[in-house]
């Protein structure tokens, strides 16, 4: 039970129902430390978070940057196979006047190298080579780096990373260069939808051979990715992960952007701000070791579980004036489908059931005749619509025998009832008037006679 409880606290759980996505605040964290100082997990088909730690936290990218350089370059750059582009000692400047020298990554490209843009993409993704984002840059901004920049940060906006801010295309440290967790993720899913991105991103190895464009390198280019945990020969290797990028600032720590897949589920992981040393002052790879533990806890413990199936017969309705058994069966307008933690038991899952009142026939098989909620330990996971299974008719017989039945026992027949004692009161009233009068008129013209008699009856005489 304790474990269930301590299960409950960190993240934030997304439902996936049909194609629609619930969000959810059910929590899962994992029992271990994670070093990074940012750190954000989402599952790639459903978009749900899976763990996150202060992913809104302004972090430095380093050579994440290199994401959106390799973006506004494919997208850009429709035959990256063809289009050649020669290297020029003038980019390299910057690197020499560097402060922080360990910041920098070569891939040995050299001045009057000559390469495709593909090759350069690989260099840039697989080795972050500062010298192939500067000639990427270049050439792609139209002989001016800043104008390239300006492009980058164009795109962030578009893409939602509203928190980022690029100044340069390779990574290096700039106070003013900022990012998020959350941010970086948003790019990556990006990135991930423009053709050709991925197949670079997630290469193990790539080698350039020396063609007739090479003129100054001599001997082959072999360029491995910097992620080791893809690599079977590491000891930090773990199967179903695949690149995507690294990225190392004295200043700012280090940094991983990689994915990883366990029985079909695919996951994008963010790690930001990893410390280079441990507490005696020794060199760890904290960064790998967040990105094994955190990887190897979701491919363990997390799967899809149906918690409610849209065949499911929930519960029977009474239903009036129905030509039939009198009652209809509700289930799931839709499956309920989600990444669920394997400890929790879904048995322990409470279905709270809302049902229809005073339903009448006819009823269309689809018709919404209630809901059930999903909970667990008193959080929602879901709200679901409940339907009818079946059409009912309508029995016409009972239909009029209900239409009568209901007219005497209504509103309007008791207020026809009134009205119609009230007006033949009035009714009666009137001939009580009426008679009443007649008599008076009656009597009052026998007087008269008797009175004109008596004056003129001896004349007559």
Not at 69 to 81: F, G, K, P, R, Y
Not at 141 to 158: L, R, T, Y
Request: net charge negative; charged share 20%; aromatic share 12%.
């Amino acid at each position: 039970m304790k474990k269930i409880i301590s299960v409950l606290s960190a993240i934030l759980i997304c439902i996936y129902i049909s194609s629609y996505d619930y969000c959810q605040a059910i929590s899962f964290t994992p029992s271990f430390e994670v070093y990074s100082q940012s750190a954000y997990m989402i599952n790639l088909d459903t978009k749900a978070v899976v763990y996150e730690k202060n992913a809104d936290a302004e972090q430095m990218p380093a050579s994440l940057v290199d994401i959106m350089t390799a973006i506004i370059v494919l997208e850009n750059c429709t035959d990256t196979d063809s289009v050649t582009i020669t290297a020029n000692k003038m980019l390299y400047e910057e690197f020499d006047e560097y402060e922080y020298q360990d910041d920098l990554r070569y891939a040995e490209i050299w001045d009057g190298d000559t390469l495709t843009v593909t090759d350069y993409l690989y260099a840039l993704m697989l080795t972050s080579s500062c010298e192939a984002a500067n000639i990427l840059a270049y050439h792609f901004g139209n002989q001016n780096i800043s104008a390239f920049v300006d492009k980058m940060n164009k795109k962030a906006q578009e893409i939602g990373a509203v928190n980022t801010v690029f100044t340069n295309p390779h990574g290096l440290y700039d106070p003013k260069q900022v990012t998020t967790a959350k941010d970086m993720a948003l790019i990556t899913q990006y990135a991930l939808t423009v053709p050709g991105f991925e197949d670079i991103a997630t290469t193990e190895e790539y080698e350039v051979h020396p063609s007739s464009y090479v003129t100054a390198h001599e001997g082959d280019w072999s360029w491995s990715h910097s992620n080791i945990i893809m690599s079977a020969a590491s000891d930090y290797y773990l199967y179903g992960v695949k690149g995507i990028k690294t990225g190392n600032l004295q200043l700012g720590g280090r940094n991983i952007i990689t994915m990883g897949s366990s029985d079909g589920i695919k996951y994008l992981l963010v790690l930001l701000n990893a410390p280079f040393y441990n507490e005696e002052g020794n060199s760890r790879y904290y960064h790998l070791e967040d990105a094994y533990n955190l990887l190897e806890w979701v491919f363990d413990n997390f799967s899809y579980q149906v918690l409610l199936s849209d065949d499911e017969e929930i519960a029977e309705i009474k239903v009036e004036n129905s030509d039939g058994s009198g009652y209809v069966l509700v289930k799931p307008k839709e499956e309920l489908s989600t990444l669920w933690y394997s400890d929790i038991d879904t048995t322990s899952i409470q279905k709270n059931i809302k049902l229809a009142e005073n339903v009448k026939a006819p009823v269309k098989k689809g018709e919404k005749l209630g809901e059930i909620e999903l909970k667990l330990s008193d959080e929602q996971i879901a709200v679901i619509d409940l339907v009818a299974s079946t059409d009912v008719e309508r029995s016409f017989l009972k239909f009029n025998l209900s239409m009568t039945k209901n007219f005497f026992s209504s509103v309007w027949f008791l207020i026809a009832i009134i009205a119609t004692i009230f007006l033949s009161l009035i009714y009666l009233g009137l001939c009580i008037w009426a008679y009443t009068d007649a008599k008076k008129r009656a009597k009052g013209s026998f007087s008269n006679k008797k009175i004109v008699k008596k004056l003129y009856g001896n004349k007559r005489k």
